[in-house]
């Protein structure tokens, strides 16, 4: 059974910086994997903000976040980073972490297979 719990969501003043992790159980680690990030503001569509192929290391951002955010993988833990800098107001929102077999990483939800349960990001002074 696979699961995806993340963490280090919270409140930060803008210009601020938060790390998200995820941590995965049950994905094999010897297969090529999607894993990355999705956010879904109140009234908004879930949107695609960060993945990267775990067997190629090729990361991919969506253009609002670019330069801002880093992510990350540890294969040996199976787990996912996303840095997050220079945070404003527009990047409130819950965060999902999510992953499935794949090689190469699309940004609709509909692509993934598993997902966590999200962590708040709160940006307001």
């Known amino acids: 059974q696979v699961q995806l719990a993340e963490s280090g969501g919270g409140s930060v003043q803008p210009g601020g910086s938060l790390t998200l992790s995820c941590g995965a159980s049950g994905l094999t680690t010897d297969r090529s994997k999607c894993m990355g990030w999705f956010r879904q503001a109140p009234g908004k569509e879930r949107e695609g903000v960060a993945f990267i192929v775990t067997g190629a290391g090729r990361k991919e951002y969506t253009s609002s976040v670019k330069g801002r955010f880093t992510i990350s993988h540890d294969n040996a833990k199976n787990a996912v980073y996303l840095q997050m800098n220079s945070l404003k107001s527009e990047d409130t929102a819950m965060y999902y972490c999510?992953?499935?077999?794949?090689?190469?990483?699309?940004?609709?939800?509909?692509?993934?297979?598993?997902w966590g349960q999200g962590t708040q990001v709160t940006v307001s002074s």
């Open positions: 999510a992953a499935f077999y794949a090689t190469s990483c699309p940004f609709r939800p509909s692509a993934y297979t598993y």
